[in-house]
């Protein structure tokens, strides 16, 4: 990665923009341009294609390619000279990305970034890959061939790039508009589908759900809790149940125990290389730490294990310390790659997270040293397999990670678990203390709406899950961050990210599905109704913007985008989850609570658009089958009544809040204003009060409630029974 110097040899229109990762290119050889309207003319006036180079700023492999091929001044004027090259933030701009990325997919059978794809000045793809080495390399095309031989067929073979770039859009949206055929969808025959794929995928011996590389893919897990759930009552399924448990804390538990967590500072990586969560690709994202803190306080609710509470807590702590902007919004990402030492010439990727056991010796002691390295695996001659470490980067190092347990290792050093205890957390303070004075991974500053939409849901289910009041208030801080610097008026027009001060493009809808989802959260965590009615205002904005109206589902881009050559729909529930699959639970869960049956109409239409899918293949679409379980079995309301101050109050909350309770929703009704909103949506809170001036809850199937009842035990009794469909 380039890093500018006072005086510069090269500066380009990247110089002007606010994305970090557009930044990082400003002072390349190459002339970069921003993706908009100047790049599209100019490659019309001088009848150039236009290279598409589209990464983001964390991105380890965007790093590599720009050493070997965009500082390259050779390389720099071929570009330069036969095309117009065009960066994006795929960050800030997911609607380029995603369109071109769907072509790379659809073209080559593959994906990832940085992403190459060369156009037409009218935008459509002829030529797309990922990343390209500069020269010829095991039987794969360098960049600098590829350069020729694509500027060769652009003047000699112009008639047939246009006529198979025409008819490329017009096949990938055919094929996008074939997928969405529709289909009916059987709840029960869903779930056991989705779990039967989970189980059969899944690493008996390491956790997880696929071999190497293995992501940390949340919404797996949150989708195996609501199983168990489903089928907690039933004996023929409970065994089943029982194991989609077991298998979400054995991959909670290998996770935090393998390299993919930051031991010493906390937060988990982006992902595995390998299957045993041991060596991982070392950058760290936003939208990891806020899904996984999800994962991990349902995981402790479910099985009451401190260990995972430890690690929700840990988690925001990292997030807390180090990814927070000071007004309450939340950073996207730290870098894989950073220096070893400041006068290093290059970064490598880990860097700032690898020790030799040298140095962990020299800072705890020999003695203490041995017994730390023997518990965290740190080996004198590094501990990292060579399929791991293909390059080389981390030979004689070590990532720590949990190679045995505090018994095992009190057993083998004759000492007391506590006095091991004592030795390992003084340890992992030192390595802090020390880590501090290497040179810290770039951290990308702008901050994303859904991604702190997913932080704002991880902190909010994360603060109600272990009665911690302060996660919950960072939750509402970055909500009014959003509300107040992410919106072109306080709550209205939401853009997609911001930095220093400045707005980027307006947003997409996973934007607003995610920060919806977050609200709601929110709401029911802390009861502040104020964030239930700007989530009701934002489902208007999303369903003006983005909503098919005859077809159902949310287009990704918003009507109005220019430049824009695809139609997409999203389903795939990746390393975020899609935008149609949070607005469904989105919309199922604000029909339950403002009894509107409309939102339910719509999140209906939804399901069933991507039917097929949850029919064939549940388990690719997680977030969507919770959204089709909820409409399905979501028709429980509890309603608390009274002031939520009081202690009586809280004892009641708390009973709700220390249970999963995936097929409810959670009102607070306060002889207000509050509750003279909530009843002019929901008439069935109109009439709902504390009893004999005590606290109250009301628990409700289908808007018939039971005998309220103001005793947390008796409450208990009430949520603890089956929950009828």
Not at 385 to 393: A, F, I, Y
Not at 440 to 448: Q, V
Request: proline share 5%; glycine share 8%; charged share 25%.
């Amino acid at each position: 990665m380039s890093e500018p110097t006072a005086t510069p040899k090269h500066t380009n229109a990247l110089a002007k923009e606010k994305s970090p990762y557009l930044l990082q290119h400003a002072h390349n050889p190459v002339n970069w341009l921003p993706w908009g309207e100047a790049a599209v003319a100019k490659a019309k006036a001088e009848d150039k294609p236009i290279f598409l180079s589209s990464g983001y700023s964390t991105c380890h492999w965007c790093h590599v390619m720009e050493r070997e091929s965009f500082e390259n001044e050779e390389m720099a004027k071929m570009i330069n000279d036969h095309f117009v090259p065009v960066k994006v933030d795929r960050e800030e701009r997911p609607d380029v990305d995603l369109t071109y990325m769907t072509y790379v997919q659809a073209a080559s059978g593959g994906g990832g970034w940085p992403m190459s794809v060369f156009l037409t000045p009218d935008l459509k793809p002829f030529f797309g890959g990922t990343y390209y080495p500069p020269e010829n390399k095991d039987g794969r095309i360098g960049f600098k061939n590829l350069l020729i031989e694509l500027n060769k067929a652009w003047h000699e073979e112009r008639e047939k790039i246009n006529a198979s770039s025409e008819r490329s859009i017009v096949k990938l949206q055919e094929h996008l508009d074939g997928e969405n055929t529709g289909a009916a969808v059987e709840t029960e025959a869903m779930l056991q589908k989705a779990y039967d794929e989970l189980a059969s995928n899944y690493d008996y011996h390491e956790g997880g759900f696929s071999g190497a590389p293995k992501f940390p893919r949340s919404t797996s897990i949150n989708l195996l809790l609501r199983i168990h759930h489903a089928w907690l009552k039933h004996p023929e399924k409970k065994s089943e149940g029982d194991w989609a448990t077991e298998m979400s804390f054995r991959t909670l538990k290998a996770m935090a125990n393998g390299g993919i967590w930051d031991h010493v500072g906390g937060g988990f990586h982006r992902y595995s290389v390998d299957s045993y969560w041991h060596i991982p690709h070392y950058e760290k994202m936003l939208y990891d730490q806020g899904q996984l803190l999800w994962a991990y306080a349902e995981g402790y609710l479910v099985t009451g294990a401190p260990f995972l509470a430890d690690v929700t807590r840990q988690i925001v702590n990292y997030a807390q310390r180090d990814l927070r902007h000071a007004e309450g919004g939340f950073f996207s990402a730290e870098d894989a790659d950073s220096l070893g030492k400041l006068d290093d010439a290059h970064k490598t990727e880990g860097a700032f997270y690898i020790w030799t056991a040298a140095e962990i010796d020299a800072l705890l002691g020999k003695e203490n040293g041995s017994l730390f390295r023997y518990a965290y695996g740190a080996r004198r001659d590094g501990n990292a397999r060579p399929e791991s470490d293909p390059h080389g980067e981390l030979k004689g190092t070590n990532t720590l990670f949990r190679a045995f347990s505090i018994k095992k290792t009190a057993e083998f050093f004759k000492k007391t678990p506590e006095e091991v205890q004592t030795i390992v957390d003084s340890g992992l303070k030192i390595l802090f203390e020390a880590r501090t004075q290497r040179p810290r991974p770039h951290l990308d500053d702008k901050i994303i709406t859904a991604w702190n939409g997913l932080m704002i849901s991880g902190l909010a289910r994360a603060g109600a899950a272990l009665n911690e009041p302060k996660f919950i208030e960072l939750a509402s801080q970055a909500a009014q961050f959003l509300h107040d610097q992410l919106c072109a008026q306080p709550g209205k027009g939401l853009h997609r990210s911001w930095r220093e001060g400045e707005r980027g493009p307006k947003a997409f809808a996973m934007d607003y599905a995610a920060l919806i989802h977050a609200l709601i959260d929110l709401y029911q965590a802390g009861l502040n109704v104020k964030w239930l009615q700007w989530a009701l205002a934002l489902q208007s904005e999303m369903d003006t913007l983005f909503l098919d109206k005859d077809k159902g589902g949310y287009y990704s881009v918003h009507t109005d985008m220019a430049h824009s050559v695809l139609r997409i729909k999203e389903d795939y529930d990746g390393a975020e989850p899609s935008p149609n699959s949070l607005a469904a639970l989105n919309l199922a869960r604000l029909s339950a609570m403002l009894d509107q049956q409309a939102y339910a109409d719509e999140a209906k239409k939804i399901i069933t658009l991507f039917g097929t899918t949850l029919e064939s293949n549940p388990s690719a679409v997680p977030m969507l089958v919770l959204a089709a379980d909820f409409l399905h079995r979501g028709k429980q309301q509890i309603v608390l009544a009274g002031d939520a101050a009081s202690p009586e109050f809280q004892a009641l909350l708390r009973v709700v809040h220390s249970r999963l309770l995936p097929t409810a929703v959670l009102l607070h009704v306060d002889g207000g204003s509050a509750q003279t909103w909530l009843g002019s949506h929901n008439e069935a809170l109109v009439s709902m009060q504390p009893v004999n001036g005590q606290a109250a809850a009301y628990v409700c199937q289908n808007y018939t409630c039971q005998k309220p009842v103001t005793d947390p035990a008796a409450l208990e009794k009430l949520l603890d029974q089956p929950v009828d469909k």
